[in-house]
């Protein structure tokens, strides 16, 4: 068995050695152009070339689990594309969101900034009744997180193309049930894959529909929110703030108005990384089952986008 590590900007050595090591009986290698043919792929953002050259490839693993950059490829219909599923991200992203709930729920922007100024001051207690969170995108990643924020008594919506049953959790479907869903919400959790209908969802009719003084949590993807159309509801006073992970361009290029925006924090998409070690472990398992002819999770359908 051959498996080849195509990756943009990271170095493929520690992936190579770590999978080497794991299975023994294949032979791993980085991809160079003129590289001899594999049956499987390790990827990140590789190039059209890679995927035009490697004809025998039978899956290609995502080190990531959004696929909406790979998706841009031309990839032959019966490539199996395969992300990664959880390998230790989702209590990161528990943590994150929860942080960033947290942070704007108990006013600790606030308190930082008066602590800064040598004042000693207290802030009226708020109701978590007055907090509902919304979680767009109940999969993987977001349910983690939704069962995350019930531990600390929030009410929680979710929002999905099918509709779930997670316990504690006021699930909403489909379009037609997108209003009630931000209607319901005050703070705004993204977590959707980025595909042709969730593009642009988060604009200033969605955002205008959350609850006076809402917050939005973007932690899926840059190109989920028209970045003009929160700088107005923000300035509107309609949202009390927001928390961003991701942007359309990234890095975030100097000078542009999140940066120094006083309702916006931004941290530079590090709300879930990959982890090394977990990720070799789930893709030499997956590797492993589907040479036993074994089904696995986290096939990607290229139809749907995720
Ligand atoms: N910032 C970071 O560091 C970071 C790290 C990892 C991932 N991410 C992002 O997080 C995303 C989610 O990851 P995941 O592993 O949780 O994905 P997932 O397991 O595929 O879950 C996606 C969820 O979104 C829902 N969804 C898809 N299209 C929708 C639509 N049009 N309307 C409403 N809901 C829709 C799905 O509904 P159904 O359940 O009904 O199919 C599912 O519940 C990734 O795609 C990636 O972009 C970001």
Redesign the pocket.
Known sequence: MNITVCFDRLDPAPWVQGLQAALPQARVAAWAPGASPADHAIVWAPPQAFIDEQVGLKTLFNI?????ALLQLRLPPALKVV????AG??V??AEYVCHAVIRHFREFDGYEADVMTGRWSYRKPRSRVDFPVGV????????RVARALQVFEFPVNG??????QIDGVRSF???KQLGDFLQASRILVN?????S??EN?LNQDTLSQLQAGGYLIN???GRHLVEDDLIAVLDSGHLAGATL??FRTEPLPAGHPFWQHPKITVTP?????TLRQESIAQIVGKILALQRGEPIRGEVDLQ???
Do not use: F
């Open positions: 990531g689990a959004g696929v909406d992300r990664l599923d959880d991200m989702s990161q992203m767009m995108g109940l999969g993987v990643l977001g349910e929002y999905s193309r099918s509709l779930k479907a489909g379009p977590l959707m894959p980025l595909t209908e969730t969802m932690v899926a993807r992970d991701v998409h590090t709300s879930a990384r749907r986008g995720y």
